[in-house]
Every structure is written in C-alpha cells, then in structure tokens.
C-alpha cells in the first residue's frame, strides 16, 4: 500500500473513531456528568488552573484549538460558560467533563490501530493519540478548575471529596 494510501486510511480511521465517540458521549446522561470521577477530578497540583497558566501559558493558546461540542444534536459548546447563573456554570462543568471523557476515549482507542498495523505504527498513533488530544484535555481541566470553585462556594457543587447534592429535578421526581 502506497504512503498516501495509509495517510489517507489513517485519517479515515481517526475520522471515524472521532465520529464515533462524540456521537456516544452527547447520549451519556447528565448525571454521569454531575461529578468527577477519579480520572477527571481537578488535582491539587492544577491550583484552580493556575498551573496551566503559569507553565502552559494556555491563555495565548486556548482559543485557538477547534470546538466541535456542539456538533452533535445535544452538544453544547465550550467557548463561554452560557452565563454567570449556577446552573449555567454547573452545565458547563458537566460539558468539560464530557469533552475530557471523549479526548481520553480517543486516546485509548489509538492502540486498536494495531489490528491492520505492525508495532511500530500502532506506538507511532498513540503518541500521534496523546500529543493530539493533550491539549483538549488540559483546555477542559483548566476551565473546569476555575468554574468549580464559584459552585462550591455558593453551593451548587459539593466540595472536593465530598457527595454530589442531589439536583431539585431529581428531587422532584424521587419523593
């Protein structure tokens, strides 16, 4: 097979796998969104996005990257927080989360290019994986990181190590 064949067959692959879990992740229920998980919570190390900042300096860069949430009916956008209400800060949180989700999906489903490739070029997607996806993912973190800290101190999100509270939607329904 030709180099511009395999290009051409890569890009058709990470096309796919870029379809595929975008389309997934805007079907996933809100309240999976609600909280981080062990692999999206914000570090102490991120110091509410100031890390990013001083050593990425991800304010010159952020704007740059492509937003694609709102490709799918049901995805939001990520480029304003939809408003300084809670629940605007709190759907925006859940929509960070949901984008970290789908950037680590696709990184973890570079090895699967190992199945029509020998070794070297499944090691060569990954990296391709990460060092595309990295900055998506750090983009998401650093928002979240600064919008968390606004909804727990008013309230609307419980604090680190804490039990989500239980949205007045659910409240409704569960009595």
């Known amino acids: 097979m030709s180099a511009v064949a395999r290009v051409l067959q890569f890009s058709a692959a990470w096309m796919l796998i870029g379809l595929v879990t975008g389309w997934v992740a805007v079907r996933v229920p809100r309240r999976w969104l609600a909280t981080d998980t062990p692999l999206t919570r914000i570090r102490r ?6 890390c990013y900042e001083r050593r990425l300096r991800i304010e010159r ?37 949901r984008a970290e989700w789908v950037h680590w999906a696709q990184i973890a489903a570079a090895p699967t290019f190992g199945l029509w490739n020998e070794w070297v070029v499944t090691v060569v997607m990954v990296a391709f994986a990460t060092v595309v996806h990295l900055p998506f993912i750090v983009v998401q973190r650093y928002n979240r990181a600064r919008v968390l800290p606004i909804l727990v101190r008013r309230g609307a999100a419980p604090a680190p190590g804490e039990d989500a509270p239980i949205p007045a939607t659910e409240l409704a329904t569960t009595s």
Request: net charge positive; aromatic share 10%.
């Open 61 to 97: 860069w952020k704007h740059r990257l492509p937003e694609a949430g709102a490709l799918f009916a049901g995805g939001r956008s990520k480029r304003s927080t939809g408003g300084r209400r809670s629940e605007a800060l709190q759907t925006f949180a859940e929509e960070t989360r």
């Open 45 to 50: 190390f991120e110091a509410r996005g100031r």
